[in-house]
């Protein structure tokens, strides 16, 4: 048997090696639902502690910013008001120097590879390297300190615990993470349930924390708990993954890139709106070529693990590609839809193609985790119905937040918007 997949999800050519995770210990049933709580805002009652990191880089974020923008400017000034003979004096001198700039250069460049380098590591679960310079306890206080504003800005619209969507929720999620109880990123985790009354809102994520957050408005779209176990699976994969505190040390390091075009900007473009379109077009050439492709790059991971999740939990995986074919159904009516390489997801069509390459995988996994036969019906048998009752629909207008999204902690650190 030979099944392509994810790191602890491999079973490469055997048929034992999923099933022999000896660093993990085995839980049962009684000990995983004691281990793992499932509560909801109204119910949370740990405290946020004090967070000194995430304020320090709300703080010091756009401080660098005013640096950068006035060295840069001032240097300009200065130079300007040098007489000729004054310049020529300076550039001869540099000159002079240009070995031991160049050095000077060299040896930076070298400590700065030093430091990235020595801040890889490498994820547990997809053995992908990766930048990290956020501590576990940075991103725990970043992620209790959003669990408290989500809590207190949708206070009046959470739903009680003895709602049918919360049961639906709790089913779903109990069901994923059971299944999954081996992995130390789920059941070190103390898993809690939320459900926010927004109709209106296609929206699911889960903190760094294990705060788990659906709107109303998917319970409304996913039609299946199928469709909703891919989708917590796609959401609960962020955070297994740990992709909330890659995004913030990738951001600090995007940042710093930004900071040297601010000040190159106004150090040596003549005028403030000529600096200030440069820096954008820096800016954005930044976000187009290293930002946004690999954010693009954690969705397809998060797709690729969550899949795995929710196959392993027995759930039809083909409930996927339903799911993103309806997504892609409803985009098509926005008009004003962003093109995918300004956009920090992939395209609903690209979504589609990944998974449909995945998806034997997929299902063989879940074959092999002994599970029931999947049932007779696909449930892509439904999105030509579903595109067709959308097309009737002539007022219908496409719900806010339709992006699946891990909220980004960089959001909370540093305002990552250029």
Same mark, same amino acid.
């Given at each position: 048997?030979?099944?392509?997949?994810?790191?602890?999800?491999?079973?490469?050519?055997?048929?034992?090696?999923?099933?022999?995770?000896?660093?993990?210990?085995?839980?049962?049933?009684?000990?995983?639902?004691?281990?793992?709580?499932?509560?909801?805002?109204?119910?949370? $009652? $740990?405290?946020?502690?004090? =967070?000194?990191?995430?304020?320090?880089?709300?703080?010091?974020? +756009?401080?660098? @910013?005013?640096?950068?923008?006035?060295?840069?400017?001032?240097?300009?000034?200065?130079?300007?008001?040098? +007489?000729?003979?004054?310049?020529?004096? *300076?550039?001869? @001198?540099?000159?002079?120097?240009?070995?031991?700039?160049?050095?000077?250069?060299?040896?930076?460049?070298?400590?700065?590879?030093?430091?990235?380098?020595?801040?890889?590591?490498?994820? +547990?679960?997809?053995?992908?390297?990766?930048?990290?310079?956020?501590?576990?306890?940075?991103?725990?206080?970043?992620?209790?300190?959003?669990?408290?504003?989500?809590?207190?800005?949708? =206070?009046?619209?959470?739903?009680?615990?003895?709602?049918?969507? *919360?049961?639906?929720?709790?089913?779903?999620?109990?069901?994923?993470?059971?299944?999954?109880?081996?992995?130390?990123?789920?059941?070190?985790? $103390?898993?809690?349930?939320?459900?926010?009354?927004?109709?209106?809102?296609?929206?699911?994520?889960?903190?760094?924390?294990?705060?788990?957050?659906?709107?109303?408005?998917?319970?409304?779209?996913?039609?299946?708990?199928?469709?909703?176990?891919?989708?917590?699976?796609?959401?609960?994969?962020?955070?297994?993954?740990?992709?909330?505190?890659?995004?913030?040390?990738?951001?600090?390091?995007?940042?710093?890139?930004?900071?040297?075009?601010?000040?190159?900007?106004?150090?040596?473009?003549?005028?403030?709106?000529?600096?200030?379109?440069? *820096?954008?077009?820096?800016?954005?050439?930044?976000?187009? $070529?290293?930002?946004?492709?690999?954010?693009?790059?954690?969705?397809?991971?998060?797709?690729?693990?969550?899949?795995?999740?929710?196959?392993?939990?027995?759930?039809?995986?083909?409930?996927?590609?339903?799911?993103?074919?309806?997504?892609?159904?409803?985009?098509?009516?926005?008009?004003?839809?962003?093109?995918?390489?300004?956009?920090?997801? +992939?395209?609903?069509?690209?979504?589609?193609?990944?998974?449909?390459?995945?998806?034997?995988?997929?299902?063989?996994?879940?074959?092999?985790?002994?599970?029931?036969?999947?049932?007779?019906?696909?449930?892509?048998?439904?999105?030509?119905?579903?595109?067709?009752?959308?097309?009737?629909?002539?007022?219908? @207008?496409?719900?806010?937040?339709?992006?699946?999204?891990?909220?980004?902690?960089?959001?909370?650190?540093?305002?990552?918007?250029?």
């Amino acid at each position: 048997m030979s099944v392509n997949m994810l790191g602890l999800f491999r079973c490469v050519r055997s048929a034992t090696r999923f099933s022999q995770v000896p660093r993990f210990p085995l839980i049962t049933q009684r000990a995983f639902e004691k281990g793992t709580k499932i509560s909801e805002c109204g119910f949370h $009652t $740990t405290s946020p502690r004090a =967070a000194i990191p995430p304020v320090v880089l709300i703080v010091l974020r +756009p401080a660098l @910013r005013v640096v950068a923008f006035f060295a840069g400017r001032n240097f300009r000034k200065w130079w300007r008001s040098l +007489p000729k003979d004054k310049r020529e004096h *300076y550039w001869s @001198r540099i000159k002079e120097k240009k070995w031991k700039i160049l050095g000077g250069g060299a040896v930076t460049s070298a400590m700065a590879y030093w430091f990235y380098m020595s801040h890889l590591e490498v994820e +547990p679960i997809t053995g992908r390297e990766r930048f990290s310079i956020v501590s576990t306890k940075q991103i725990q206080d970043l992620s209790q300190l959003e669990f408290q504003a989500i809590c207190t800005e949708y =206070a009046s619209r959470i739903e009680p615990i003895k709602h049918p969507y *919360y049961a639906r929720v709790k089913r779903v999620a109990d069901r994923l993470l059971y299944a999954n109880k081996h992995l130390p990123q789920i059941y070190t985790k $103390t898993w809690t349930i939320t459900v926010l009354d927004d109709p209106r809102n296609m929206n699911a994520f889960v903190l760094p924390n294990g705060n788990i957050f659906v709107f109303t408005g998917m319970l409304d779209f996913c039609t299946t708990d199928d469709e909703l176990g891919v989708v917590l699976g796609h959401e609960i994969s962020h955070c297994l993954l740990g992709h909330a505190a890659e995004n913030v040390s990738r951001e600090h390091l995007l940042e710093a890139i930004k900071l040297v075009l601010i000040a190159l900007a106004w150090a040596f473009l003549p005028s403030d709106i000529l600096s200030l379109l440069g *820096y954008g077009v820096g800016a954005g050439a930044v976000n187009a $070529t290293l930002r946004y492709p690999y954010s693009r790059h954690l969705e397809n991971e998060a797709d690729q693990v969550g899949i795995h999740l929710a196959a392993k939990a027995c759930f039809d995986v083909r409930a996927a590609l339903a799911f993103w074919d309806k997504m892609d159904i409803i985009h098509e009516l926005d008009l004003l839809a962003s093109q995918e390489w300004l956009s920090t997801h +992939p395209s609903h069509k690209t979504r589609v193609a990944k998974i449909e390459e995945q998806l034997p995988d997929a299902i063989s996994f879940r074959k092999y985790c002994k599970c029931p036969d999947l049932p007779p019906q696909d449930p892509r048998q439904e999105i030509a119905s579903f595109r067709q009752a959308i097309s009737e629909f002539k007022t219908y @207008r496409p719900p806010v937040g339709v992006f699946l999204d891990v909220p980004n902690m960089a959001v909370s650190a540093i305002d990552i918007e250029s």
